[in-house]
């Protein structure tokens, strides 16, 4: 069945970078795009970027001088990297399976990682 | 970037009742507009996609429906397990953004 699964730090210090994987099961990085999206607590959630089902990205303009996003098919993973971290960046990221051919919403979603950002 | 403006912010409702949560758009995104549950500690569930289509496994109760640029999650009879955070999300156009969320609570 289709399965994505986030793993990464749970503590980074301030100005540092924070690195997250997205592993996937039951469907082709190929076939489908991935799409991150972060919650900081008690708030709504924020759509972060995307990688497309043909390698290409796309970001949310207010993170896209921080915000690199990539993948290995080979692995079935998808990639986050974002630097000079703040406190406001603090947070739950998900990586979500996008139902590209069909408008674009999330069908699937991983448990997320918390992440606290904190000296 | 489109904005999603959702009301209302939290609802009380009894067991039974039906409920309508709202999201205005603040430009046209034509059917490009889904609805997601979220409940304490989890990760959101999709409820309704292309505005109208119930996602599969989700209880008939649950509907949405398009007037022009609002849309509505109609809860026909209201169940224990419906209480959460309930957000729209539009996927018309990058940078996809959520409606700020309702909070639904039984009374």
């Known amino acids: 069945q289709v399965q994505l699964k986030e793993s990464g730090p749970g503590l980074v210090q301030p100005s540092e970078t924070l690195s997250l994987t997205c592993t996937v099961s039951?469907?082709?990085?190929?076939?489908?795009?991935v799409s991150w999206v972060r919650q900081p607590s008690g708030k709504g959630p924020e759509w972060m970027g995307r990688?497309?089902?043909?390698?290409?990205?796309a970001y949310n303009s207010a993170l896209k001088s921080r915000l690199s996003i990539s993948r290995d098919t080979s692995k079935n993973q998808v990639f986050l990297k974002m630097n000079s971290l703040q406190t406001d960046d603090t947070g739950t990221y998900y990586c979500?399976?996008?139902?590209?051919?069909?408008?674009?919403?999330?069908?699937?979603w991983g448990q997320g990682v918390m992440v606290t950002v904190s000296s | 970037d489109i904005q999603m403006t959702q009301s209302p912010a939290s609802l009380s409702a009894s067991l039974e009742e039906i409920v309508t949560i709202t999201c205005q758009a603040s430009q046209d995104i034509g059917n490009y507009l889904s609805w997601y549950q979220q409940k304490l500690g989890k990760s959101p569930q999709l409820l309704i996609h292309s505005a109208t289509s119930l996602a599969d496994g989700v209880p008939s109760r649950f509907s949405g429906s398009r007037s022009g640029t609002q849309y509505s999650l109609k809860i026909n009879r209201l169940q224990v397990e419906d209480t959460g955070i309930y957000y729209c999300?539009?996927?018309?156009?990058?940078?996809?953004?959520f409606g700020a969320g309702t909070k639904l609570e039984l009374k």
């Open positions: 039951g469907f082709s990085l190929t076939s489908y795009s």
């Open positions: 999300l539009q996927h018309y156009s990058a940078p996809y953004t």
């Open positions: 979500t399976r996008e139902r590209n051919w069909e408008g674009g919403y999330f069908d699937y």
């Open positions: 990688m497309w089902y043909d390698g290409d990205t």
